[in-house]
């Protein structure tokens, strides 16, 4: 159990099945329970090329690059957790065995799927819709009319998916670990000990969740789609898949901003409808699968606090290094 002080790292993470990942500075690191009741890490190097954090720096870019690093690493974590949860840990030994072939090639492969599937997801969220309000243009001719028709059923269809998941167990208790991780997160970000009572007083909902900005894709998107045309529905299609970065790049902006005003009074109500969503996306933990985000969270914090040691060790050898160099 860590007593933390608030830190310039900003902190995310992502639910599983059974579990909860967090991402900190230098790794990524998910817990979930087995049906043993025991609790399980699986750990990952934070690693990216220069050419992504130089494009993480670019506003409108930075948003795009990051939900790719993000629906390729997520996946990971999420097939471990499949994979591990109800698996009698007696078996464990055999299962290793057979899954021995390239660990690369699996990991690569594995982000790859997750990559499409975020691809795929986004144009079927965002095709469809312009193809049902096409069948409406006899009643709602009007450009205006079409793209809020649009909007209409592209909310419909979202609200409605994630209604229809809920409902199974499931995804039910992938939405209570969702909670946890937010409550867990909010603890911190409050200066709070991290115990189980404190963060369960936490609010489960968050202004930097990935639920809103699917919300503010929706949003977004109605006003950018305003300045191109809807007609003929070809077009219409083809135009909404070329503007797809610019209504992410655009959508990740927003989500900042709405982070960054949420102490505001006034402007803090720019990030209510994500938060509204957050009430469908989220549920509320109980003890045990807080224990289990805690058990993630701190995991993070000692790796960070273990590599922020050493970062100063480093620095601490380079200056003696450079007195003994002076004094010679």
């Known amino acids: 159990m860590f007593s933390v002080k608030k830190q310039e790292t900003t902190y995310g993470g992502q639910a ?3 579990g909860v990942m967090f991402a900190g500075k230098k790794t990524f ?7 043993d009741n025991s609790i399980e890490y699986f750990e990952q190097k934070r690693e990216e090329s220069s050419i ?49 072939t390239s660990k690369l090639v699996m990991f690569l492969g594995i982000g790859l799927i997750g990559v499409l599937s975020f691809i795929f997801s986004k144009l079927i969220f965002t095709v469809t819709p312009a193809i049902v ?22 909310l419909v269809l979202l609200l409605g998916y994630i209604y229809i998941i809920s409902l199974t167990p499931l995804i039910k208790r992938v939405f209570q670990y969702h909670g946890a991780e937010h409550k867990v997160i909010n603890a911190y970000e409050n200066n709070l000990p991290l115990t ?10 968050h202004y930097r969740c990935g639920s809103s900005f699917m919300l503010f894709t ?16 070809w077009w219409r299609v083809v135009n ?11 959508s990740f902006e927003v989500l900042q901003i709405t982070n960054k005003v949420r102490h505001i009074p006034i402007l803090r109500i720019l990030g209510y409808p994500g938060l509204w969503l957050q009430l469908l996306t989220t549920k509320e933990p109980d003890d045990e699968q807080v ?28 200056v003696k290094d450079s007195k003994l160099v002076q004094s010679q």
């Open 16 to 18: 599983l099945v059974e």
């Open 29 to 35: 690191v998910s817990a979930i329970r087995r049906n």
């Open 133 to 154: 309000a096409n069948f409406f243009s006899s009643i709602v001719p009007s450009k205006p009319g079409q793209v809020l028709l649009e909007g209409l059923f592209k």
């Open 218 to 233: 929706v949003i977004v998107g109605v006003f950018v789609y305003m300045f191109v045309a809807t007609d003929p529905l």
């Open 196 to 205: 189980i009572e404190n963060v369960q007083k936490q609010s489960r909902l």
């Open 240 to 250: 909404r898949i070329l503007l797809l970065p610019i209504v992410i790049g655009l």
């Open 291 to 318: 224990e289990v985000a805690l058990h993630s969270f701190n995991r993070v914090l000692e790796n960070d606090q273990v590599e922020a040691s050493n970062e100063e060790c480093d620095m601490s050898n380079v």
């Open 52 to 100: 992504a954090r130089n494009f993480k720096k670019i506003p409108f870019i930075r948003g795009i690059v990051a939900l790719i690093q993000a629906s390729a690493n997520g996946v990971k974590h999420l097939d471990f957790a499949s994979d591990r949860y109800d698996v009698d840990p007696a078996d464990d030994d055999k299962i290793a065995q057979e899954k021995e």
